[in-house]
């Protein structure tokens, strides 16, 4: 697969561009769309994603994944948040970098990057997965309508070049996408659930407006996430439940 890079100063969203792209004609594998600077970038369930221009890394790296068609969808959106994950760590010099359910980036209990995966099919055939990802580099300041942003310069107090991260984390993603072409699905389920945000430790949820305490035990490779709830074992689609960040005991 040969890595092939478009830079745009300026777009609504990579995502957005790609998929425009594709229905006009199709990019080769392995392409990826970098974006300087985004006015209406997006995260998981239509949320926005802000970030300071020339500052952060957004980007959506382009896959033809029909040989996988036989598997769940989201055993790739795995080998993206691991090879995520590990490019990062390993760049940054910072191994406490953790996969939030299902696809965040969180370092302690603040949100580094995200991912959001955006798929084309025919029939049952995966033509086209759009991987888009946006991460907090070198931002210093985050407004304050933002939750929990943070970024590697915060955590480390280093600047990065974009070029060389970028690279990096297209090599590990392509390592696992790759992998798990080969059928390599358990020491990547595996190595997902090494990393989880808060597998098997207790905290505080929210369902319906209601908060419980609950603990994470196993994410199933068609994305379902198993919990230990008072009321006993509970499996939770994408959306049925939030993450109560920063409440104590």
Known sequence: MEFTLIRLDEVDSTNNYAMARIQHGGLPEGTVIQALQQHAGRGQRNRG??????????????LKPAVISHHPPFLLSMAVATGLREAVATHSGEPNFYIKWTNDLYWNDKKAGGILIENTWKGQFWQYAVVG?????????????????????????????????LRAIYDQIIKRYQDLQAGKTEALIR??????????????????????????????????????T????????FGEIEFVIGQSN
Request: glycine share 6%.
């Open 191 to 228: 190595e997902y659930h090494r990393w989880l945000y808060r597998k098997d430790v207790e905290a505080w949820y929210e369902s319906n407006q209601q908060r419980f305490r609950g603990t994470i035990r196993e994410v199933f490779p068609d994305g379902r996430l198993l919990m230990d």
């Open 49 to 62: 994603w802000i970030s300071e221009p020339r500052a952060n890394l957004l980007m959506s790296l382009i």
């Open 230 to 237: 008072p009321e006993g074992q509970r499996i939770w689609n």
């Open 133 to 165: 990802i946006g991460l907090n580099v070198n931002q210093k300041q985050f407004p304050p309508e933002l939750p929990n942003p943070v970024s590697l310069t915060q955590i480390t107090g280093q600047e990065y070049d974009l070029d060389q991260l």
